[in-house]
């Protein structure tokens, strides 16, 4: 797997994820340590709370959970962006008024 650009001065990155070993070739190396650390956390969760122990569910199930929170971030972020557009168009209209 390649994360990132393709330049050369990308490295091997190893990481374990729901106690798979994934080597992943990056030139993100903070960033991919730090997913795979919320990822590994996510997890956790999920084991703790789930009473059925089964790797590859609780893994599917955080990875579900992290995409679900990107979207609803995404959409918090394009709203914000939105009223930012609106609140600009206001102010302009002041200026020129």
Do not use: F, H, P, Y
Request: overall charge negative; proline content about 0%; some cysteine.
């Amino acid at each position: 797997m390649t994360l990132g650009s393709n330049k050369v001065d990308s490295k091997k990155v190893d990481v374990t994820i729901g106690g798979v070993l994934c080597s992943i070739k990056t030139d993100e190396e903070e960033a991919v340590l730090k997913a795979a650390e919320l990822l590994e956390e996510r997890i956790e969760e999920i084991r703790k709370s789930s009473s059925v122990i089964n790797t590859q569910r609780n893994t599917a199930l955080a990875g579900l959970s992290v995409m679900m929170d990107n979207i609803k971030l995404n959409d918090e972020r394009n709203k914000l962006s939105e009223l930012v557009d609106r609140l600009t168009e206001k102010l302009d209209k002041i200026d020129t008024a």
